[in-house]
C-alpha cells in the first residue's frame, strides 16, 4: 500500500519555526529520494527541497535557502523539514513525495504564518 500521510503544520507568527514530518510507506518510495513541495492558494505545486536517500545530497529553493533544513530517517521512513525564520508567504499546504513526483499525494499539512 502506498501512503504519504504529512503532518506538523499550524499557525505560528513571523519568525516563527515549525517541523513537518511525512511518513512514506510503498514501493514507489523504497530507496527513493525524497522532496518537499508546496501549494499556496491558486496556485501549482512548488518545489521546496529535496534530499538524496542517504543524505548526502540536499537542494533547496533560493525562496527558503538558509531558512529551511531537509533531513530524513530511513529507518522510520520518515522524511523532515524544519522551517525556521517563516515569513508570510511560507503559508501553504506542505506535501512530500519522492524526487522526482509520483502520481500519488498525500493530504499535506497546512501551514499559517501571520505577519
Known amino acids: 500500500q502506498v501512503t504519504l500521510v504529512e503532518s506538523g503544520g499550524g499557525l505560528v507568527q513571523a519568525g516563527g519555526s515549525l517541523r513537518l514530518s511525512c511518513a512514506a510507506s510503498?514501493?514507489?518510495?523504497?530507496?527513493?529520494?525524497m522532496a518537499w513541495f508546496r501549494q499556496a492558494p491558486r496556485k501549482g505545486h512548488e518545489f521546496v527541497a529535496r534530499i538524496s536517500w542517504s543524505s548526502g545530497n540536499t537542494f533547496y529553493a533560493d525562496s527558503v535557502k538558509g531558512r529551511f533544513t531537509i533531513s530524513r530517517d530511513n529507518a522510520k521512513n520518515t522524511v523532515y523539514l524544519q522551517m525556521n525564520s517563516l515569513k508570510p508567504e511560507d503559508t501553504a499546504v506542505y506535501y512530500c513525495n519522492a524526487f522526482p513526483p509520483t502520481g500519488y499525494w498525500g493530504q499535506g499539512t497546512q501551514v499559517t504564518v501571520s505577519s
Open positions: 510503498g514501493r514507489p518510495f523504497s530507496s527513493a529520494a
